[in-house]
């Protein structure tokens, strides 16, 4: 059979990535949960295994996983809840704060800008109505997505319990994708992912643990209130990368202006957020992880950017694992490795423009333009002749 041009398979890649933007876009209420419900399934998959050289039934095994599975969820909610219970008691408090840092924030304003308090709250005021306008469409968009999260979190089980029931079929349907002499390639890239995720997860899982600890117990040193709820609201919200760690900063400094009237204690927080990330991206999370996730930064960030606005907060938090599976799948595949080296972590120490091979075949091109160009002069010459 022919081998299609270059620039047609080059075309039929793109319009293949367009594609499956496009199905994301449209199926993501179908596709997300069962992309969770995947990479819990890998995760989960040591745990199964390890119940099932006990000689447990495979069904027993699979449900016991999942139950330790979700008591780890509950685990969190009630921790979540008991934190929170304790911000809530402490609200007159809070309310007496904002309004002392309200003030403040009000003078300075009057002095820098000439912009009276009475003028302040009626600008305010104004904002405040205009807003008025679109909160009844805001809770019910709350609703709706609210509604969508219970949908969501109730499949979870279901797909995770199915999924590890029908593994073998699911491996079986991958293998008859590819012809006999492929499926070691197949089986490769299948324990590749295997391996990828579960350290990615667990990995995470650790992540938070200790981010909770080290920012909850450096804030707690220093006396900050609320330190464990802020060391866990970071801990969590750095699981989507780059944005999530900027996101938990301002609601740890928002959290420290509410429950106090020193302004110092705003850089304690920022100070030990900053020392303890330093420490998680250069020393531990490589250690935990290592060199598993091999993606690039930009492609991280890039890849965050269109998983969020194809499927919400669930496509920024598995955009990393999803890239990382399809960097193995473009590795494995000769047509597509070049997207492979274009998401990967490697890179080069030269430019390719100095490299030998490169270099020749620069040197070639520029000695078939001298001729192309003596042609086109002798050529010439002719005509004038």
Known sequence: MRQLPLTVRR??????LLSLGYVFVVGSSVIMPLLMAFFLSLLLLPVFRWLRKRRLPEVLAISLSIV???AVVAGIFFFFSWQIGNLLSDFPTIQKNIMIHWETLSRWISQKLHYSSQQQMALLTKQLQGAGAGVMGYLQGAAVSLSSVLIFVGLLPIYVFLILFYRNLLVRFAFLWFKE????QVESALRETESIVKYYLLGLLIQISYLTILVGGGLAFFGIKHAILIGAIFAILNLIPYVGALVGNIIGVLLTLSSSQEMWQIWVVLGTIAVVQFLDNNILMPRIVGSKVKVNALASIVSIIVGGALAGI????????ILAVLKIIFDKTEHLRQWGVLIGDSRP???P????????RRQLEQKRNQELNREVSEKKKEDGL
């Open 11 to 16: 075309s039929i890649e793109m319009v293949g």
């Open 68 to 70: 330790g599975m979700l």
């Open 181 to 184: 002499p492929d499926h070691a």
């Open 314 to 321: 669930s496509g920024m938090f598995l955009s990393i694992p």
């Open 349 to 351: 120490n030269v430019s």
């Open 353 to 360: 423009f100095s490299a030998r091979m490169f270099r020749i």
